[in-house]
């Protein structure tokens, strides 16, 4: 069976920076057959004309602070049968496509979510979630690798993450994509909610996974400490107008989670009357902010541009040594990646130090910590291990979402 042709969607604004190496990690996806759609201010636009990639790219110009408004750019411009998203401070790994587009073979299928992992690249920040009218979620058990199809529960749908979701392009666009009321938070729960009333069913697939950083915005700062709650409130008032929930509780949880950062030391006392204060102004504002039904998207503008990248795909390659090889490591890994490689890098502390993941701008994988410390957060904190040992379990683990190795003795360094 061919590949259905899908359209990957990123939104970019005030992260040239981060959009490109978004980009960079998009131009190793395995999937046979995918356009990529990027919705870019000025910056991100003169970033990508930099890189040579325009030719390769949809590129929609967009500067507005509205990421509902935003995406509804890209699915105007998305020829895909099937619409994925993924944020622009986020790499996917190279099978993503592959495994979030895969329960949409079934017809009864409409969206699909992936997992999320934080910034150390090894917890998970976002796993199942289903959400109710009241905008707070709830966990949802996904037992096993494989993908769970779920039905909406009455008054409650299936929670997708915006940076990792995927939706039929019909589905999507007959029901006028994303509500622009929402200009950065609640956008695609208001979505979600809309479509378990109309009784769409919604795979979360584990193995569909992303690296999400929270690069810092013009509403959060790169410690994840808020800056402005002005759009929050007027989000959550929105979406109580809309759904008919009760937001007292979500309301409070946003007041505690202010209350944390500044118990933390992330923000200084006097800034919490500040931030409260954005969030009542927020709530007035979305009280009176206007809604209106969401006429349908038409048809893509232009056909598929199917997504070619500059240097073909040579292969899977790992390197592996002790910490103090990482200069040459990252220097081999930049050139196997130029190459057309999907590089994975090993570097072991003689140490206990939990592990590491991220993806360099440079195009490789690189992962650190201790010979004898953790690699999941659930398991043991000290494992005695072999360094051959070691790299082969590691290698296993990551292989799932990152594809096949060759393994040969000239990829490690003693």
């Not at 990027?38 to 507005?64: H, S």
């Amino acid at each position: 069976m061919s590949a259905a042709p899908v359209s990957v969607v990123i939104v970019s604004r005030g992260r040239p920076e981060a959009l490109l190496r978004c980009l960079t990690g998009v131009s190793q996806l395995l999937y046979p057959n995918f356009e990529i759609v990027v919705v870019a201010d000025p910056a991100g636009a003169d970033a990508i004309a930099a890189t040579g990639q325009a030719g390769r790219i949809k590129l929609v110009a967009f500067d507005e602070a509205n990421i509902s408004q935003a995406r509804n750019l890209g699915i105007r411009a998305a020829a895909g049968e099937i619409v994925a998203f993924i944020d622009d401070d986020a790499v996917p790994e190279p099978t993503w496509l592959s495994h979030l587009t895969a329960p949409l073979a079934d017809p009864a299928v409409k969206a699909a979510g992936g997992f999320v992992r934080g910034r150390n690249g090894i917890s998970w920040q976002w796993q199942g979630r289903d959400i109710g009218a009241d905008a707070l979620s709830e966990p949802i058990r996904v037992s096993g690798s494989g993908p769970l199809v779920l039905a909406p529960e009455p008054d409650r749908g299936i929670k997708t993450e915006g940076t990792n979701m995927a939706f039929r392009r019909d589905v999507l666009a007959g029901m006028g994509g994303f509500d622009p009321a929402f200009r950065f938070y609640l956008d695609e729960s208001d979505l979600n909610l809309r479509l378990a009333e109309a009784g769409g069913l919604t795979a979360l697939v584990p193995l569909a996974q992303v690296h999400h950083g929270y690069a810092a915005s013009d509403r959060r700062r790169p410690d994840r400490a808020p800056t402005d709650l002005h759009e929050v409130g007027a989000s959550l008032a929105v979406f109580a107008r809309k759904h008919g929930g009760d937001i007292a509780r979500a309301l409070a949880h946003h007041r505690k989670g202010v209350i944390g950062h500044m118990v933390a030391g992330r923000i200084e006392p006097q800034a919490v009357r500040r931030l409260l204060a954005g969030l009542r102004r927020g709530l007035e504002d979305g009280r009176a902010r206007a809604l209106a039904d969401l006429p349908a998207i038409g048809p893509a503008q232009g056909g598929f541009l199917r997504f070619h990248p500059a240097v073909a795909f040579a292969g899977h390659r790992h390197l592996a040594g002790r910490i103090w090889h990482l200069g040459r490591l990252r220097e081999q890994a930049a050139q196997l990646a130029a190459a057309g490689h999907i590089v994975s890098v090993f570097a072991f502390s003689p140490t206990a130090r939990p592990h590491r993941v991220r993806f360099d701008p440079a195009g490789y994988w690189l992962q650190t910590g201790g010979l004898f410390g953790q690699s999941d957060r659930a398991g043991r904190r000290f494992t005695a291990w072999l360094f051959a040992g070691r790299l082969r379990a590691e290698l296993r683990r990551v292989s799932v979402v990152r594809g096949a190795f060759g393994v040969t003795r000239k990829d490690k360094l003693d």
